[in-house]
């Protein structure tokens, strides 16, 4: 038998019906939880609203190295007002989801590649290394426990964002010496639950999200904090977001606000490359790419100047343009506009639509993981 408690989960000012959510308790014994439904009623989950009530947490001193990692009750973390992160921002995340298949499998996507990246960006922030094979039992066990609070609607998912943070209280310029390293967990809804309503992009000419040399390659909260003035201008014009060039030039293409950038023009797929070091490396992305030359279609990481993208535009060459990303999956995007000009993306979503319906279905179990991206809790 296994029983089923009611748990608070964090408090959602706009959504108070959801401070609580139904969670199972870890079954006692071998036979399987009853299944709960836990997020299908409305409002809609959104993202990042909601959060389970358990969090994996670990810590790091230098000289003793990552200590255990435990999953407790989500709680709010007490810092020095002069911890390092508060003050000089050594800060890494991720962004990774597990999902509730049909067969009641849970599945998480790409797990050692989001690992693997986390630990990669450690050396650029001058962090310690992760204990990968620790952190990644640590997060199936955080997983295990709280698979009753994953929730099972179209499209939804439990998305975790792990995050490494210095909290060493000193002020001097230099890495700190200890951290912690935590995953939160947050049942999010279908990014397309309005329906799928393409992109309207602004392509931004005087803000940069990352130079040469910088930490654009890293998932750091620092690009994020250089992103938010120009996401919000182009917001507050009627934008959904911005893409973003290069910082050099302002004409090669980089990103797509928070999501790698994709083009079709005639039959080449192309997608801009990752050895600037001013490009973070989706995992989406990189699927997709494998995806591609699987399909045997034309694809290409180059770099591709706005110029060329307007002339394809005009020439009707344009076919599709999309955004990849751990979130929305694939986003199509509809309008870029430059300045006083309307660059024209064509109604066409062959590429992306397929890329879609591949990558969840396998994400969801419904297509076979043909390349190990699943893990099974
Ligand atoms: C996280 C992120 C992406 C997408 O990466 P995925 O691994 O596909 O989720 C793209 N660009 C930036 C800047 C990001 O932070």
Same mark, same amino acid.
């Given at each position: 038998?296994?029983?089923?408690?009611?748990?608070?989960?964090?408090?959602?000012?706009?959504?108070?019906?959801?401070?609580?959510?139904?969670?199972?308790?870890?079954?006692?014994?071998?036979?399987?939880?009853?299944?709960?439904?836990?997020?299908?009623?409305?409002?809609?989950?959104?993202?990042?609203?909601?959060?389970?009530?358990?969090?994996?947490? /670990?810590? #790091?001193? =230098? !000289?003793?190295?990552?200590?255990?990692?435990?999953? &407790?009750? %989500?709680?709010?973390?007490?810092?020095? +007002?002069?911890?390092?992160?508060?003050?000089?921002?050594?800060?890494?995340?991720?962004?990774?989801?597990?999902?509730?298949?049909?067969?009641?499998?849970?599945?998480?996507?790409?797990?050692?590649?989001?690992?693997?990246?986390?630990?990669?960006?450690?050396?650029?922030?001058?962090?310690?290394?992760?204990?990968?094979?620790?952190?990644?039992?640590?997060?199936?066990?955080?997983?295990?426990?709280?698979?009753?609070?994953?929730?099972?609607?179209?499209?939804?998912?439990?998305?975790?964002?792990?995050?490494?943070?210095?909290?060493?209280?000193?002020?001097?310029?230099?890495?700190?010496?200890?951290?912690?390293?935590?995953?939160?967990?947050?049942?999010? /809804?279908? #990014?397309? =639950? !309005?329906?799928?309503?393409?992109?309207?992009?602004? &392509?931004? %000419?005087?803000?940069?999200?990352?130079? +040469?040399?910088?930490?654009?390659?890293?998932?750091?909260?620092?690009?994020?904090?250089?992103?938010?003035?120009?996401?919000?201008?182009?917001?507050?014009?009627?934008?959904?977001?911005?893409?973003?060039?290069?910082?050099?030039?302002?004409?090669?293409?980089?990103?797509?606000?928070?999501?790698?950038?994709?083009?079709?023009?005639?039959?080449?797929?192309?997608?801009?490359?990752?050895?600037?070091?001013?490009?973070?490396?989706?995992?989406?992305?990189?699927?997709?790419?494998?995806?591609?030359?699987?399909?045997?279609?034309?694809?290409?990481?180059?770099?591709?100047?706005?110029?060329?993208?307007?002339?394809?535009?005009?020439?009707?060459?344009?076919?599709?343009?999309?955004?990849? !990303?751990?979130?929305?999956?694939?986003?199509?995007?509809?309008?870029?506009?430059?300045?006083?000009?309307?660059?024209?993306?064509?109604?066409?979503?062959?590429?992306?639509?397929?890329?879609?319906?591949?990558?969840?279905?396998?994400?969801?179990?419904?297509?076979?993981?043909?390349?190990?991206?699943?893990?099974?809790?």
């Amino acid at each position: 038998m296994s029983k089923r408690k009611r748990v608070p989960v964090s408090d959602d000012a706009e959504h108070p019906e959801r401070r609580e959510i139904l969670m199972m308790q870890e079954p006692t014994s071998t036979q399987p939880a009853p299944v709960v439904p836990v997020a299908s009623a409305p409002p809609p989950l959104g993202f990042g609203r909601v959060f389970a009530d358990t969090m994996l947490l /670990g810590r #790091y001193k =230098e !000289g003793k190295g990552w200590q255990e990692l435990s999953c &407790v009750p %989500r709680h709010e973390l007490s810092l020095d +007002p002069a911890a390092a992160v508060l003050h000089y921002g050594q800060a890494l995340f991720e962004g990774l989801k597990a999902f509730y298949g049909a067969d009641g499998k849970v599945r998480v996507f790409r797990l050692d590649a989001h690992l693997a990246r986390m630990h990669g960006g450690t050396e650029r922030l001058a962090m310690p290394g992760l204990d990968i094979a620790k952190m990644r039992e640590g997060v199936l066990d955080l997983l295990s426990r709280t698979k009753g609070a994953i929730p099972r609607g179209k499209g939804e998912a439990m998305y975790l964002r792990p995050l490494v943070i210095a909290d060493e209280g000193f002020l001097g310029v230099r890495p700190a010496k200890e951290y912690i390293f935590l995953v939160l967990l947050s049942p999010v /809804g279908d #990014y397309y =639950e !309005g329906g799928m309503r393409p992109l309207k992009i602004w &392509v931004e %000419r005087e803000h940069v999200r990352a130079a +040469p040399g910088g930490l654009g390659a890293v998932k750091t909260a620092a690009n994020y904090a250089a992103s938010l003035a120009a996401a919000h201008r182009a917001k507050e014009h009627g934008f959904d977001q911005v893409l973003w060039l290069d910082a050099v030039e302002r004409r090669y293409l980089e990103e797509v606000g928070t999501m790698n950038l994709f083009l079709r023009i005639g039959d080449e797929v192309i997608t801009p490359p990752l050895d600037g070091g001013t490009i973070l490396g989706g995992i989406t992305r990189q699927s997709s790419l494998t995806l591609l030359r699987e399909w045997g279609v034309p694809v290409s990481e180059r770099r591709i100047s706005i110029e060329e993208v307007a002339a394809a535009g005009k020439a009707g060459t344009l076919k599709e343009v999309f955004g990849t !990303g751990t979130a929305a999956v694939v986003a199509p995007v509809g309008e870029l506009v430059w300045g006083k000009e309307r660059i024209h993306v064509g109604a066409e979503s062959t590429i992306s639509d397929r890329l879609r319906a591949e990558i969840t279905g396998v994400q969801y179990g419904t297509i076979e993981d043909k390349h190990g991206w699943v893990t099974l809790v």
